[in-house]
């Protein structure tokens, strides 16, 4: 028998998209946080299978356009009208109408880099390894044609043998409990 | 009205055809008698009134060329929508008759008098003359009509003969459809809105009117939908999802129409020319900035904010009250762009006879709409993909 305080996460595989879905949907139901499912490509209705609320991304890509573009427009008014007032080809100081051009481009730009960060930030990534990758099985199918649940051992309802049982009482086939290995 | 679940006929086509003929006729006959009281304004109100119905069918002409050419599935079940729209234009052609009449009234540049003494005018009477005006409308609606009725035509056979060479010859036909479209459409916007102000010229002028009349066939399709809706008809095959998508689709091209309006006024401000800024000199001066305030902020920023949120794209309460508010200020829209150039210095001023040619041109145009629509299957029945396309999620 394997030592279970070195075990990771409990690996499951299935054999098709709609297999992994009926998992998803049972495995939250079970009352599992810390699961994911993998997959070689996005699978429609995976989101409400799993539960997952809507990513809070647009709105903070809203809220940072409207400060951004407010920003941007404010400070051209500064520049150009109060600290270096300067008339240019005879409009007012505060042409609003010219100011609109860059805080519209300033809107877009930091608008995509906040999507891009904030979608990196909120999956948890950029990160050098993850434990599933201890798994030979997981390592070989997933970008293929591999559909995969995997429950990590920080769950609060994670035991290795009852989680074990349940994977395989749902369907799994090849469940395994990762561990690290230190050949790799 | 009640409809076969089989064939998706509406088997009884209830009164709304008749009663708007009825009332379109009627509206009309009294429009008439404005024709023969005050005939410049009944001409400046009828041009109004028949390009805000216009924009429907050409809107919905692109809907459905746009589709086809991508071969998308999403809009599959509201594509007889669309096609009953787009199928309007013998009737248009017919209506745009008096427009011809009126022409001594509307377009100054058909006064050979002021003409001869205008050196502008003089060298572009190659382009705007009488002839050459009526032979390009003549084409136009050839185009316009052809186009639509081949792919009306070949979506009707699909019905009954359910072959993928159909979707292919659909396509075929888009693709130079669309160029034709965009060709003809900027260019009927140059001869009929443009050329009312024959000295000013503006190049996105026909993409301005086109973004508004994209904008158009969506909010029509949206609340036509939510009628249907609303009595029990494709509850579940246009659902939420395709409104939603819809509603993404109102929200881009309102975004849109805002850069196009922006872009040609930005330009026409920073160079500070006269002869460009008169245009908007005209709709700011003698209580006109009233409108053009209206439009800046009912036509982009109320929806565009107005849309922002998921839950308000998928709101049919909310969406059934945006699409009726874009529309009116479609129609705000086509009077800012038309009546200041008739207007001869005077403010806005909304008169009996903008109205009845509204209602008038209007009745006809969803009689012969509801006409369309209830004589065929309300859905391409022999479309493979519509079973796809019912099961649609954003």
Known sequence: ?184 | MSIDKTTYMISDKGSLGRNAMIVGALFLVISAAGWFMDSPQFFSSYLVAYIFWLTFALGGLFFTLVNHLFGSQWNIVMRRFTEATMYSFPLLAVLFIPILFGMHDLYHWTHEDVVANDAILTAKAGYLNVTFFTIRAAVYFTIWFFISRTLYNLSLKQDKNPDDKIILRMKQISAPGMILYALTSTFAAFDWLMSLEPHWFSTIYGLYVFAGSFLAVLCFVILFGLNLRKKGYLTDIFTVEHYHDLAKLVFSFIVFWGYMSFSQYFLIWYANIPEETIWYLVRWENGWYVISLIIIFGHFVFPFLGLLLRAAKRSFAWLKFLAIWILVMHYIDMFWLIKPALSHGNGPHFNWMDFTTLIGIGGLFIWNFWNNFTSNPILPIGERRLEASSKFKV
Request: charged fraction near 20%; include cysteine.
């Open chain 1, 1 to 184: 028998m394997m030592d279970n305080k070195n075990v990771l996460a409990v690996l499951a595989e299935f054999k098709t998209p709609a297999d992994l879905i009926h998992a998803a949907e049972k495995v939250n139901k079970e009352g599992y946080k810390k699961y994911d499912c993998h997959s070689p490509f996005p699978i429609h209705g995976m989101d409400d299978a799993m539960g997952e609320k809507r990513s809070p991304l647009g709105y903070m890509v809203g809220i940072v356009a409207f400060l951004s573009a407010a920003g941007m427009w404010f400070f051209q008014y500064w520049t150009s009208a109060v600290d270096y007032p300067l008339v240019l080809s005879g409009k007012p100081l505060f042409s609003y109408q010219a100011f609109g051009v860059a805080a519209w481009a300033i809107m877009v730009l930091s608008s995509a880099a906040t999507a891009l960060i904030g979608m990196l930030v909120l999956n948890g990534l950029p990160r050098f390894h993850h434990p599933l990758f201890y798994s030979d099985n997981f390592t070989k199918k997933v970008n293929d044609d591999g559909f995969f649940v995997s429950i990590e051992a920080h769950d609060p309802k994670f035991n290795p043998d009852e989680t074990k049982s349940f994977l395989e009482s749902i369907g799994g086939t090849n469940v395994e409990l990762v561990v690290p290995d230190d050949e790799g």
